[in-house]
């Protein structure tokens, strides 16, 4: 399945450069300064607190959002991570992307139990779903069934999933 993305237009100047038209200078700020306080706690209560009270972003109990990892800093709010998840060191997840002649925005939903390896980076529209792995370095550029084992640049299925439900 294809990313699911908003597309708009832009006349002239690439979307990066006008970028200020597209959001605002002081939400950028603001979300710049939590999301470096956020990458730096140790606390994982504090900084989902942070990215729930400043970012306004879904963030799932006892989801654990390792040292480093890069929150989209000009629309976190289009970020939903389920509970229970681990979400690995460096990741940078992404709800916008600045093309030369237009931008784009997605939602990124992720399901309950979901485990992101480190330094991935994750793209805007995708949907990683509930109990799925993501293994360490993955680029995910487009939606991950629920329970499956994905990995790679470009990302590639390596075991099927079995629809979220637990081995017995």
């Known amino acids: 399945m294809s990313r699911q993305t908003r597309r708009f237009p832009v006349h002239g100047a690439n979307p990066l450069w006008q970028l200020y ?14 999301i470096q306080i956020a990458r730096y706690t140790p606390f994982l209560s504090w900084k989902n607190w942070l990215y729930r009270t400043f970012l306004r972003m879904e963030i799932g109990q006892q989801t654990a959002v390792a040292l480093m ?3 989209d800093v000009m629309f976190p709010e ?8 681990v979400i690995g060191y460096n990741t940078t997840i992404l709800a916008h992307e600045y093309l030369v002649e237009e931008y784009r925005l997605g ?6 139990g979901v485990l992101i390896g480190a330094n991935s980076t994750i793209l805007p529209g995708v949907t990683i ?10 680029v995910v550029h487009k939606d991950v069934p629920p329970g499956a084992f994905v990995g790679g640049n470009p990302m590639q299925l390596i075991r099927e999933g079995n629809g979220g439900q637990k081995e017995e």
């Open 21 to 34: 038209r597209t959001v605002s200078f002081w939400k950028v700020m603001k979300n710049f300064i939590v």
């Open 69 to 71: 990892v890069m929150m």
């Open 78 to 85: 289009l970020i939903k991570i389920g509970r229970n998840c």
């Open 107 to 112: 939602e990124v939903r992720i399901g309950d």
């Open 129 to 138: 779903g509930e109990g799925a792995i993501v293994a360490a370095g993955t």
